[in-house]
């Protein structure tokens, strides 16, 4: 079993910056996996921003924007999103997921509020 950490989020102003974290601790499984980034706005359905895998490869999902840039720390297994000149529309649960060899886990979520 493998439980996801996220950490970075909360309220920041239009314009600002955040940087999302999700690590895997202890996570002992060895082979092929992919993390990734989606978020799930109030009223809407849950949808990708992008995801990396183990060799650095990256793919991008509808939510993304060249405001963010994802990266990866395979020694960590982590994953994480960096999100600049952030806009109200950016307002979400920002959830990070973990296809392992085994199975599919998600982190538990972190809200991210951008507003004056």
């Known amino acids: 079993q493998v439980k996801l950490v996220q950490s970075g989020g909360g309220l920041v102003e239009p314009g600002g910056s955040l940087t999302l974290s999700c690590e895997a601790p202890?996570?002992?499984?060895?082979?092929?996996?992919?993390m990734g980034w989606y978020r799930q706005a109030p009223g809407k359905k849950r949808e990708k921003i992008a995801d990396?895998?183990?060799?650095?490869?990256?793919n991008y999902g509808v939510a993304m924007t060249t405001r963010f840039t994802i990266s990866g720390d395979d020694s960590k297994k982590a994953v994480y999103l960096q999100m600049n000149n952030l806009e109200p529309e950016d307002t979400a649960d920002y959830y990070c997921?973990?296809?392992?060899?085994?199975?599919?886990?998600w982190g538990q979520g972190t809200q991210v509020t951008v507003s004056t």
């Open positions: 997921r973990l296809d392992a060899p085994d199975d599919t886990y």
């Open positions: 202890g996570a002992a499984f060895n082979g092929f996996y992919v």
């Open positions: 990396i895998s183990k060799f650095g490869n990256k």
